[in-house]
């Protein structure tokens, strides 16, 4: 079941910024967690960053933690990441999931495709 809708993938150039959004359906309830994943093509999907709903903590893949921002907005049930000094190896599909109190990661939408390129 899709859950989330992400948007504000794009094409920029290296050393751009981009700022990917998802809002999770109005459906949704007990959020424990939302994150961001990626997958480059031909590799596997990792984990970019996510953060806990209540509390606001965040986790960051190490190599990404300083580039990227995570951040939510609990009342609209979004979930942000502030992406900057791109490189061509951030060309992904960036995924957003919800994590619930009663479910591992689920609702994944359909990504927004990144690609950083000259």
């Known amino acids: 079941q899709v859950q989330v809708t992400e948007s504000g993938g794009g094409l920029v150039q290296p050393g751009e910024s981009l700022r990917l959004s998802c809002e999770a359906s109005?459906?949704?309830?007990?959020?424990?967690?939302m994150g961001w994943f990626r997958q480059a093509a031909g590799k596997d999907r990792e984990l970019v960053a996510a953060?806990?709903?209540?509390?606001?903590?965040?986790e960051y893949q190490d190599a990404l933690k300083g580039r990227f921002t995570i951040s939510r907005d609990n009342y609209k049930n979004a979930v942000y990441v502030q992406m900057n000094s791109l490189n061509p190896e951030d060309t992904c599909v960036y995924y957003c999931?919800?994590?619930?109190?009663?479910?591992?990661?689920?609702?994944w939408g359909q990504g927004t495709q990144g690609t950083v390129s000259s």
């Open positions: 953060i806990r709903w209540s509390g606001g903590g965040a």
């Open positions: 109005r459906r949704v309830f007990r959020i424990a967690a």
């Open positions: 999931a919800v994590q619930t109190l009663e479910s591992g990661w689920s609702g």
